[in-house]
């Protein structure tokens, strides 16, 4: 498991960074985008389950290119989001509730061998 304490540079790992990194264009769209549009209405199949959702187009002021967002018509949650370089599909959206320490426990592959990167 990965804490503050441990040796190197863990600083992208803190839980604030990878938050960060993961939500900053949910939480910040609607100051920073400079253009979105529906595009159409589809249903995205989740878990053997049909979701009714807008599909729309969000074009950051800055930091790259357009997204698509496939949202849940129910709920306002974005549930796919696909860019130039990925896709990425929310099968599970949890607020509030703690997090498994587990999920974070890091296993070495077999043959790894640790080492000593400071000089």
């Not at 604030?16 to 609607?30: I, N, P, Q, S, T």
């Not at 529906?38 to 009714?52: M, N």
């Amino acid at each position: 498991m990965l804490t503050a304490d441990d040796p190197g540079d863990l600083g992208d790992l803190r839980p604030e960074a990878v938050d960060y990194f993961l939500m900053w264009r949910y939480r910040g769209a609607a100051d920073h985008t400079s253009e979105a549009r529906l595009l159409r209405e589809e249903a995205l199949e989740i878990a053997g389950v049909k979701v009714a959702c807008y599909v729309m187009t969000v074009s950051p002021e800055s930091r790259g290119s357009a997204y698509t967002w496939w949202i849940d018509k129910k709920s306002y949650r974005i549930l796919r989001e696909d860019s130039a370089n990925s896709s990425a599909v929310f099968t599970v959206i949890k607020f509030d509730e703690p997090i498994d320490g587990d999920l974070f426990k890091f296993t070495p592959p077999a043959g790894a061998q640790k080492m000593d990167m400071h000089q």
